[in-house]
T-cell receptor
Framework: AQSVTQLGSHVSVSEGALVLLRCNYS??????LFWYVQYPNQGLQLLLK??????LVKGINGFEAEFKKSETSFHLTKPSAHMSDAAEYFC??????????FGTGTKLQVIP | NAGVTQTPKFQVLKTGQSMTLQCAQD?????MYWYRQDPGMGLRLIYY???????DKGEVPNGYNVSRLNKREFSLRLESAAPSQTSVYFC??????????????FGSGTRLTVV
């Protein structure tokens, strides 16, 4: 069985501050890990993915995430928040050719 | 633009009415999925189709049926709508086969209200 836990349903940061969104996963086999972003009234877009090629993964819009097997974590970071980063972010886990399991999401608020 | 197209974008139904949500993808993906999104609950899988000709239940299939019409199209039907089915519905697709796994491509959603 696989699962994802996102710590914090709402996160607020000031514009220009570090963004850190936490994700811990559980998987009995080596996982694929994803972060998706959902802007208001839109579908989910793939932000970045980990598929075992490198532990530090860079995605779109300056986001990156680091796979830490010992901590079963895949936290999402961005050095400097921008107003346009305000959205809901979903962490997700899968294994080879299996369906994706999504976390419950973290809404990011960016304060001017 | 290539992607996943869902229709309609908005719908209001009365309790007991039926309707079909349509989904089509033009990326030659093998697998397609229907999710519902409710506040605080993330995305929950309703049904999926691993390949053309196959469908399987997901986490919350009760009250829904699906049809994989061909490789491109995957529809979701509500036979007798209930207020508990008020939600945002997303269709997604993914490639299946060798090589790197690329995650899902999502449609823009159908916002359904059952009154």
């Amino acid at each position: 069985a696989q699962s994802v836990t996102q710590l914090g349903s709402h996160v607020s940061v000031s514009e220009g501050a570090l963004v850190l969104l936490r994700c811990n996963y559980s998987s009995s086999v080596p996982p694929y890990l994803f972060w998706y972003v959902q802007y208001p009234n839109q579908g989910l877009q793939l932000l970045l993915k980990y598929t075992s090629a490198a532990t530090l993964v860079k995605g779109i819009n300056g986001f990156e995430a680091e796979f830490k097997k010992s901590e079963t974590s895949f936290h999402l970071t961005k050095p400097s928040a921008h107003m346009s980063d305000a959205a809901e972010y979903f962490c997700a886990v899968s294994s080879h050719y299996q369906k994706v399991t999504f976390g419950t999401g973290t809404k990011l608020q960016v304060i001017p | 633009n290539a992607g996943v197209t869902q229709t309609p974008k908005f719908q209001v139904l009365k309790t007991g009415q039926s309707m079909t949500l349509q989904c089509a993808q033009d990326m030659n993906h093998n697998s397609m999925y229907w999710y519902r999104q409710d506040p605080g609950m993330g995305l929950r899988l309703i049904y999926y189709s691993a390949s053309e000709g196959t469908t399987d239940k997901g986490e919350v299939p009760n009250g829904y049926n699906v049809s994989r019409l061909n490789k491109r199209e995957f529809s979701l039907r509500l036979e007798s709508a209930a207020p508990s089915q008020t939600s945002v519905y997303f269709c997604a697709s993914s490639e299946l086969g060798g090589g790197q796994y690329n995650g899902y491509t999502f449609g823009s959603g159908t916002r359904l209200t059952v009154v």
